[in-house]
């Protein structure tokens, strides 16, 4: 998604962004938008989606492992090709399947979005930046603390499981793939969160965690974890970033408040100086998710692993050294995400465990009681 906004060289270029697996490329409302384009751009026709409502139930099953989608309406009908081309290229060039998975009309983990946003381009336009500074006692505050405070945890990658997800590389297509997102043991990780929101608020973009560490080692890998914790005490994954603090070095002309580019060029990489605060900026990558009213931000800090489906880490410089997280007046610790206003989240919260690859959990506290 970070690629996006570099995609000039044509003058017709639209987006749908969804949580999700592989296979969301073949999700309902993708596939319908492909079937559309394809027939205006390449065929010079106007959109029949005839074909695609016989095409869609097939992949759907082999895809999806569901008995049926919405079918798809020919909303071109009756009009000219000139007329349905000037309807297409009237509407948003961006679409985001908001909590695909979580429609309360159908299965849950069903290949269908609980409500469809969109947007005029990536990242979005109006989008204010926003910074949330850890603080003592896990919160996540407005305003930078006065006084200084440390967090420790124990690096210890062996401490959780390596993935979320132990089944086939094609069963968690699936709408009933089931996940284990195992929580932080005890010292092996901290947590901030904030306050509940007051009302609903859409998060949609890139996001830095930009955080002062020191370690009792020359280098350390960092997972940083984005999630929501609910009124009802669940905890929903959203998204990860990773950074070893050796490759902090920033490319400073890429690199923007909201997402930190680093060079990670072998010339540029630097052991951390030994018992010396010194502040990193760990990239989050692209998320869209609402946090609705009574619902709170959560960010964990720890050593790779327990966070993605099928993937892990094949080495971590991660052996147990001691991580020192800084926050509060000298060394302000902040998260940094994109807040959009005036976007109206209309559907309900979707069920605990029905978005897609989007776990969700019992929430514990980590060690300090984020």
Request: charged share 20%; with cysteine; net charge negative.
């Amino acid at each position: 998604a970070t690629m996006l906004d570099r995609f000039t060289a044509s003058p017709a270029v639209y987006v749908t962004l969804a949580n999700g697996v592989h296979t969301e490329a073949l999700a309902p409302p993708v596939f319908e938008r492909y079937v559309e384009f394809l027939q205006l751009y390449v065929a010079g026709e106007v959109p029949d989606l005839t074909a695609a409502n016989v095409v869609a139930p097939l992949l759907a099953g082999f895809a999806f492992g569901v008995d049926s989608v919405p079918a798809f309406a020919n909303r071109f009908e009756g009009r000219s090709f000139d007329e349905a081309l000037a309807e297409f290229e009237g509407e948003a060039r961006v679409r985001v399947l908001l909590e695909q998975g979580g429609s309360p009309d159908d299965v849950p983990g069903a290949p269908v979005p609980n409500q469809v946003i969109e947007f005029d381009a990536w990242p979005v336009p109006d989008a204010e930046v926003t910074s949330w500074y850890l603080a003592a006692d896990g919160r996540l505050v407005a305003e930078a603390p006065d006084e200084d405070a440390i967090d420790e945890y124990v690096a210890d990658p062996d401490a959780i499981a390596a993935t979320t997800y132990d089944g086939g590389s094609s069963e968690i297509w699936r709408a009933d793939a089931t996940y284990d997102w195992p929580a932080l043991a005890d010292g092996t990780g901290v947590g901030f969160a904030t306050e509940p929101f007051d009302r609903t608020t859409l998060i949609a973009g890139s996001g830095s965690l930009d955080v002062w560490i020191a370690a009792d080692a020359d280098d350390t890998d960092l997972e940083v974890t984005i999630s929501e914790i609910r009124p009802d005490g669940e905890e929903v994954y959203v998204q990860s970033g990773w950074l070893r603090a050796s490759h902090r070095t920033l490319d400073e002309r890429a690199s923007t408040e909201l997402r930190p580019v680093h060079t990670h060029l072998e010339a540029d990489a630097a052991p951390l100086p030994g018992g010396e605060l010194t502040p990193v900026r760990v990239e989050l990558f692209p998320f869209v998710h609402a946090f609705r009213e009574g619902s709170r931000l959560r960010v964990t800090i720890d050593a790779p692993g327990g966070s993605r489906p099928v993937w892990a880490f094949d080495e971590t410089v991660s052996d147990g050294e001691t991580v020192t997280v800084a926050h509060g007046g000298a060394t302000p610790s902040r998260l940094v995400l994109a807040v959009v206003p005036d976007v109206e989240v209309t559907a309900p919260a979707p069920a605990c465990g029905s978005l897609r690859a989007q776990p969700c959990r019992t929430w514990v506290p980590a060690a300090n009681g984020g």
